[in-house]
């Protein structure tokens, strides 16, 4: 069962997952963090600025959960770009250390495999940072995935396209695949932490956290993990 810590406010959440994520990395300079992307976990990345000012992070090592297949890297919205804009760069990280999954078209046929031998060859992930889709999706893998699935490609959902529409010029600019850590990859981690904020979040949260296990719910997975930690505000958990 996840433990669940209802907050007043994402800026209390970050600090919570933060303080978290600052003992690891004190207790082990090289922790393996799990990064997510979207607007959800900004809070957490904002909190680590402070709470990491300091202390050594040269070591730290990042595995961001998915990227768009056939973006340009430079592409302000590619997951690349956002994990160096939001975490490598404010942080402080080495970008070296910092890995995204590879949407390059031309080598997109190993990407998977290439990426979970990097997750396997820094020793697993310590901590996973996860959001939550509209969809129940947690990185991008949308529903009907299988709970053993490792790191491939995947369709976009059209809600999903619709929600991130937002970082783009139009939803015809969002693109239609991704590369995403399989819920297989996931569960792998050592300690999830899953944040959700807002009333948009309410129902996905609820059957993530209480509905039954189901891969038409892939955040129902994380009922499967046995170190969870599911931060969320009174909106997002209305419906718990
Ligand atoms: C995005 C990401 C997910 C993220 C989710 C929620 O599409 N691929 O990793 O958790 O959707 O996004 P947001 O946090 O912006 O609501």
Redesign the pocket.
């Known amino acids: 069962m996840a433990e669940v810590v209802i907050v007043e406010s994402p800026a209390e959440a970050g600090a919570l997952a933060a303080d978290e994520i600052a003992r690891l990395i004190i207790h082990r300079p090289d922790t393996v963090l799990g990064l ?7 809070p957490v990345y904002d909190a680590l600025r402070d709470r990491l000012a300091g202390l050594d992070v040269s070591q730290v090592r990042g595995f961001a ?2 990227e768009y297949v056939g973006i340009d890297p430079a592409h302000p919205e590619s ?1 690349r770009a956002v994990i160096t804009r939001e975490v490598v760069e404010p942080l402080g990280l080495d970008a070296a250390r910092v890995q995204t999954p590879n949407g390059d078209l031309a080598t997109i046929e190993h990407a998977g495999e290439d990426y979970e031998r990097a997750i396997a060859d820094a020793g697993g992930i310590d901590l996973q940072i ?5 969809s129940g ?4 893998n949308e529903p009907g995935s299988s709970f053993a699935s490792r790191t491939r490609v995947k369709t ?1 959902v059209e809600q ?1 396209r619709r ?2 529409a937002r970082f783009f010029a139009s939803i015809d600019d969002v693109p239609m695949h ?1 590369i ?1 850590q399989g819920l297989g990859t996931i569960l792998e981690a050592r300690h999830l932490v899953l ?4 009333a ?2 309410a129902d996905a949260v609820a059957r993530a956290v209480e509905g039954p296990v189901t891969s038409s719910l892939p955040g129902s997975a994380i009922q499967l993990h046995p170190h969870v930690t599911v931060i969320v505000d009174d909106a997002a958990a209305s419906r718990l």
């Open positions: 997510a992307t979207g607007s959800t976990p900004l959960l998915d997951y996860l959001g939550i889709g509209t999706h947690i990185g991008f976009l999903t929600d991130n991704c995403t944040l959700a904020f807002g948009g979040k």
